[in-house]
Structure formats: structure tokens, C-alpha cells
């Protein structure tokens, strides 16, 4: 009888003792989440504190990070960090994500007749296509998919807005990107500004987003232009730690089940 009270006692304790871990865990995550500063569109979500955002399975340093550096430049810093240059399919399916719209005036080097637009509404995966959409929609940044990348992903150019353009300076994100498959020794640049006023204007100018092939060497750098970089989303630490908890629960679990059994 003793015996058996004995190993009820000592259950309760190592039952209360894993609902403090797991409490200190949930309570850990929940600092961890409200110390950081985040904005989140779009599936989208930018940590302010570490200037990483995250989305569909990956995460991007913010463009303005690198401003000022070549490809070859932010890859010799970051690449040790598991960072790498984002590609022609991650680029596109981020611009295809915010729903930009996209049109093609010059298609694999042959200009369309009269450099018209071709409408076709999705941004294409290939590392030749020059593709670009304007916008003039006048929306705030709730519903404004061009004012919420340049939130998430950081402003590479900002002319300094006057009184007139303090609702829309002309700002916009732009980073080189591609992994160069046909080996022409050029990468591409996405760009996305929204619609702004320029000093002395009272008429909005139409914003111009864009993914534009060859544009630039790996040597090459732009001092409005970052280079985009990605890697796979990590689990955060705290969330790591609170899954460990939960194994070592499972773990007591079973071994009671056997135990009893």
C-alpha cells in the first residue's frame, strides 16, 4: 500500500512539474511575441526587432538592409547565416502572393509591336521576362498591396515628402535577384512603388512595379537598390523549447501506459 502511494505521489509531483514547464514555455512564446514589434500583411509578417520577414515557408531580410551592395557584397556577409539570393520562381510567386497584376511589354528580348502591354494578371518564373504593372488606385495601406510591401520589406528610396506629398511620397522597395541559369553573367531587379506626388504637383503620378531581366552584374551595386535575400523559415526558439516540452510529456505519457498496462 505504502508502495503505491509512494509512486502516486511522485506522478503528481512530475505531472505538476511538467504543467510549470509548459506553463513557463506558453509564457516565454507569449513574451517572445509581444516583445517584438511585427506588422503582417498578406500572410506576411515583418519582425522589426531582427528586420526579417516571414511568409510561405521563408523568410526575407528586409531589401533596405543591403542597400548599397553588390550581390557578390551581401553573399560574402550573409551567405554563413544560410541566406541566399532569392530566385526567379520566389520572386514571382511573392509579387504573384500580393495580387500586383502584371503585363509584359518585352517578352524573351522581342518588344511587343507598339510596346503595349500584354495583360495576363500572373508574374512570370522566367529570368528573361521584363514584366510591370502601374497603379493609381488611391487606396491607405489597409488595402493597398504596393504601400504594404514597401512596409514589410522596407524603403531602398524616399524623396523626402513636403507637406503636399506627405500621403504619397514617392518611395518604393527594389533588390536584385535571380540565380543566373543561362549563365549571361546578369541578374534581375523587382521594384514596387505605389502611386506619389512629386514637390510642386497636385496631379498623382502612377506607380510602377516590375520584375526587369539582366540588369545588372554581380559586381554591381545601386544605392536605391538592395539585393533580396531568403532562406527557409526556422522555428522560433521559444516555440522549439515548448514542443521539446510537449515531447518529454508525451514520452511520461507512454511510459505510464506501459507501465500500467
Known amino acids: 500500500?505504502?508502495?503505491?502511494?509512494?509512486?502516486?505521489?511522485?506522478?503528481?509531483?512530475?505531472?505538476?512539474?511538467?504543467?510549470k514547464l509548459l506553463a513557463g514555455m506558453c509564457a516565454l512564446t507569449l513574451c517572445h511575441n509581444v516583445s517584438a514589434a511585427v506588422i503582417s500583411y498578406n500572410g506576411y509578417t515583418l519582425n522589426e526587432s531582427t528586420n526579417i520577414v516571414t511568409g510561405g515557408g521563408l523568410e526575407w531580410l528586409q531589401w533596405d538592409m543591403t542597400i548599397g551592395q553588390s550581390v557578390e557584397d551581401a553573399l560574402a556577409i550573409y551567405a554563413s547565416q544560410g541566406w541566399t539570393i532569392a530566385t526567379n520562381v520566389q520572386m514571382a510567386g511573392l509579387f504573384n502572393t500580393f495580387v500586383f497584376g502584371a503585363n509584359t511589354a518585352l517578352y524573351n528580348g522581342a518588344i511587343n509591336p507598339g510596346n503595349v502591354p500584354v495583360a495576363n494578371g500572373i508574374w512570370d518564373t522566367d529570368e528573361n521576362t521584363t514584366q510591370y504593372t502601374y497603379n493609381n488606385d488611391g487606396a491607405t495601406i489597409a488595402t493597398d498591396p504596393e504601400k504594404q510591401f514597401v512596409a514589410l520589406f522596407g524603403q531602398t528610396y524616399l524623396n523626402f515628402p513636403t507637406a503636399t506629398q506627405?500621403?504619397?511620397?514617392?518611395?518604393?522597395?527594389?533588390?536584385?535577384?535571380g540565380i543566373d541559369q543561362d549563365d549571361d553573367g546578369f541578374y534581375n531587379v523587382a521594384r514596387v512603388s505605389d502611386e506619389y506626388l512629386r514637390v510642386g504637383q497636385t496631379v498623382v503620378n502612377r506607380g510602377l512595379t516590375r520584375l526587369a531581366n539582366d540588369s545588372i552584374l554581380a559586381e554591381d551595386i545601386g544605392n536605391q537598390t538592395g539585393v533580396a535575400l531568403v532562406r527557409s523559415a526556422a522555428i522560433p526558439e521559444p516555440t522549439g523549447l515548448l514542443l521539446f516540452a510537449l515531447g518529454i510529456l508525451g514520452l511520461r505519457v507512454a511510459q505510464r501506459k506501459r507501465h500500467n498496462a
Not at 166 to 177: D, G, Q, R, T, V
Open 1 to 19: 500500500m505504502q508502495i503505491k502511494l509512494d509512486t502516486v505521489v511522485r506522478k503528481g509531483a512530475e505531472l505538476k512539474m511538467l504543467k
Open 166 to 177: 506627405a500621403s504619397n511620397p514617392y518611395e518604393y522597395s527594389a533588390a536584385w535577384f
